[in-house]
């Protein structure tokens, strides 16, 4: 059977999952919990990484040698870049890109990753169909499959937003995926970031975010569980 390596930043993104875990055993490493059991009939190893692209390959990394998923999808919440994306919507990766990750003052495309040479990572397309397929179950919400845009900063002006939408084609930013699509991109792991929509990466994301991060958490909860029926009916 496979084993399904589900990654969130803040402890409002997993504690639902991990509360539903049975034969649970939990390890922290570099001050990261793990904790790895059964969930929906899977095994699955899930983690609560912390805030940033640091912690978020850190915990990647740390995932992918100790418990050697088959996959790993990154859960959690995001500011939209797009204004067909409203709270609580979804964005499923197609492919991420880190937009704080710029040499273009040498000449280097802004976001051109190093040795690999390109500046969005791909996520498996079949991962990304089952992803989206889970996501019917979700009521009255825009399912949007796309680029998601990753860096160390809360975006919060409609200077930065349009920066990032402008430059990397992005529907959503956050602060972990694209580390984590890194990761497993150079480890040879499947991965797909998925993303409700808790603030509008404006003026007033920061007062949005408080507000939604619930509303939005609760959507991506239900679509994981859903994939993780779908994974142990096949
Ligand atoms: N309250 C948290 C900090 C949250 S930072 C704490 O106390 O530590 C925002 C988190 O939500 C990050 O994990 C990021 O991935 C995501 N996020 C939501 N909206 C965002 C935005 N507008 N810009 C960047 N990240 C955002």
């Known amino acids: 059977m496979k084993r399904i390596g589900i990654i969130g930043a803040?402890?409002?993104?997993?504690?639902?999952?991990?509360?539903?875990?049975?034969?649970?055993?939990?390890?922290?490493?570099s001050s990261i919990d793990f904790y790895e059991g059964k969930l929906e009939g899977n095994n699955v190893v899930v983690a609560e990484c912390g805030i940033g692209k640091v912690y978020a390959a850190v915990c990647a990394q740390t995932m992918i040698l100790k418990y050697e998923p088959d996959l790993v999808i990154n859960t959690g919440v995001a500011g939209s870049l797009s204004i067909d994306l409203d709270i609580a919507d979804i964005v499923i990766s197609d492919g991420v890109v880190q937009h704080d990750y710029d040499a273009s003052p040498i000449g280097i495309p802004a976001g051109m990753i190093s040795e690999i040479n390109l500046i969005k990572l791909p996520c498996n397309e079949e991962l990304v169909k089952k992803l989206v397929k889970a996501a019917e179950i979700l009521k009255e919400t825009n399912i949007a499959v796309g680029t998601i845009a990753s860096g160390d900063q809360f975006i919060c002006s409609k200077e930065k937003k349009d920066y990032i939408a402008n430059t990397f084609d992005a529907l959503c930013t956050e602060m972990e995926g694209a580390a984590i699509g890194h990761v497993c991109y150079i480890n040879n792991v499947d991965f797909c970031i998925i993303r409700?929509?808790?603030d509008r990466a404006d003026g007033a994301a920061h007062m949005d975010f408080d507000t939604f991060v619930e509303i939005a958490v609760e959507k991506t909860?239900?679509?994981?569980?859903?994939?993780?029926?779908?994974?142990?009916?096949?």
């Open 196 to 198: 409700a929509i808790s």
């Open 10 to 29: 803040m402890d409002i993104e997993v504690k639902e999952l991990i509360s539903s875990m049975v034969d649970i055993k939990k390890e922290t490493i």
């Open 221 to 234: 909860i239900m679509l994981v569980n859903n994939f993780l029926k779908q994974e142990s009916a096949l």
